[in-house]
């Protein structure tokens, strides 16, 4: 994995991953539990890669599919409200498991909430690149999710995709990992279509032409199709993405 020089001071010296895990990866949906197997690779695999000396940030999703599983719900609520109360009941939830988990491996961690609004106002921009280099100078890997509890409707990510995409911008990371239950981008869903054909690199995404769409899973919000408008926000800052 080749270092690329970045812009921002303190960013630079060395290679920045941003790793995004989706809902649907992190929870037995079936079972109604936290998939601790699933968490625990992951955890490990960051562990390694903090160990190369490569800076980490994990974007993590799941926080709402918590807090309904905390809370015994088996159907998203419609409300904003509710979403967001699950969200912040799922989310300290998860952060105690990763916690737990890299405290074990021996890395420290930390939570970072983060809104469209942070990202799109020049000031606070700026701080939460500041915060992710201190956290980097200190050897803390960062823990990202949208703050649902403050976002309103008009100024959310929406998804995690996206949000990641923006976050491997903020710290100019050369590799951003879309972590997935699908093996890989296909030209349809090879769940339904099976005339469906994987793709395995995209030169050009401006002349990429698959059908795509529709949320992953029933507790997520993703899918392909965030995903590969997460690749080309990412495509445009100069990172790569898989």
Known sequence: MSEVAGKVPGLKEQPTVVIKVGTSSLLRANAGTLHLSQICTLCETVSR?????????????GAVGAGMFR??????????????????VGQVHLMRYYEDIFNTLGVKCAQV???LENLSNRKQYVRARNTFTALFDMGVVPIVNENDTVAVEELRFGDNDTLSAQVA????????????DVDGLYTSNPNTDPDAVRIE???????????????????????????????RIACAAGCKTI
């Open 113 to 115: 909430l983060l809104t």
């Open 169 to 180: 911008a903020l710290v100019e990371a050369q590799w951003l990992f879309l972590l997935t």
């Open 49 to 61: 890669l903090h160990a190369r000396g490569i800076r980490v940030v994990l974007v993590s999703s």
């Open 71 to 88: 809370m015994g719900l088996t159907e998203k609520p419609k409300e904003v409200a509710k979403k967001q109360a699950l969200a912040a």
């Open 201 to 231: 690199v995209v030169e050009n995404i401006n002349e990429l032409e698959v059908d795509v769409g529709g949320a992953g899973s029933s507790v997520g919000t993703g899918g392909m199709v965030t995903k590969l408008t997460a690749a």
